[in-house]
């Protein structure tokens, strides 16, 4: 079964440091993997898209990291600041007849900066 | 563009009841997606659609319909409202088939059933 997993559920640290946020998938064979981020009772923001083809994307403090033959993917966020907190969500496309381009996604993991 | 937008915003059902969730896209996008999203979990795919005229099952679809007939609309209908389908509602698009497909969400609907 496809599956994305993401560890740690929660994560809190103080301001300034640099953290990763942590997923895996269980299939190596993706079309991408996407990134979002989702503050209480708000939808979801895209922040990264990795192109199965790529390792690695970067917009200003963020950076995500793809290493398929290990189904997994990390995002990278320096100098953290408490407007960092949120959910954060990986989601997967993986390859294959009848997917549809549909998002599978994890559970998230709730970033919590404080000041 | 408005990208993807969502109506209404909140509703309130009593058991029984139905409704119809709207989603329009202004992005001439071909895929369209509807995912709940549960407290504390993950979305979960209900329907999608790849053009006008043309849906399929997602992960967990039962109680809900859907129709495309329109590139822009992608209403979900829901029959004999539940309990269990309390939630958020969000719907997505995205135009398959270009080199980047990135998904683009609505705000979402957040559902209540009593």
């Known amino acids: 079964k496809q599956e994305v997993t993401q560890i740690p559920a929660a994560l809190s640290v103080p301001e300034g440091e640099n953290l990763v946020l942590n997923c895996s998938f269980t299939d190596s064979a993706i079309y991408n993997l996407q990134w979002f981020r989702q503050d209480p009772g708000k939808g979801l923001t895209s922040l990264l898209l990795i192109q199965s083809s790529q390792r690695e994307q970067t917009s200003g403090r963020l950076n995500a990291s793809l290493d398929k033959s290990s189904g997994r993917s990390t995002l990278y966020i320096a100098a953290s600041q408490p407007g960092d907190s949120a959910t954060y969500l990986c989601a997967v496309v993986f390859l294959g007849k009848g997917q549809g381009g549909k998002l599978i996604f994890g559970q998230g993991t709730e970033l919590s900066v404080k000041p | 563009n408005a990208g993807v937008t969502q109506t209404p915003k909140f509703r309130i059902l009593k058991i029984g009841q139905s409704m119809t969730l709207q989603c329009t896209q202004d992005m001439n996008h071909n895929y369209m997606y509807w995912y709940r999203q549960d407290p504390g979990m993950g979305l979960k795919l209900i329907y999608y659609?790849?053009?006008?005229?043309?849906?399929d099952k997602g992960e967990v679809p039962n109680g809900y319909n859907v129709s495309r007939s329109t590139t822009e609309d992608f209403p979900l209908r829901l029959e004999l409202a539940a309990p269990s389908q309390t939630s958020v509602y969000f719907c997505?698009?995205?135009?398959?088939?270009?080199?980047?497909?990135?998904?683009?969400f609505g705000p979402g609907t957040r559902l209540t059933v009593l």
């Open positions: 997505a698009s995205t135009y398959l088939g270009a080199p980047y497909n990135e998904q683009f």
């Open positions: 659609s790849v053009g006008a005229g043309i849906t």
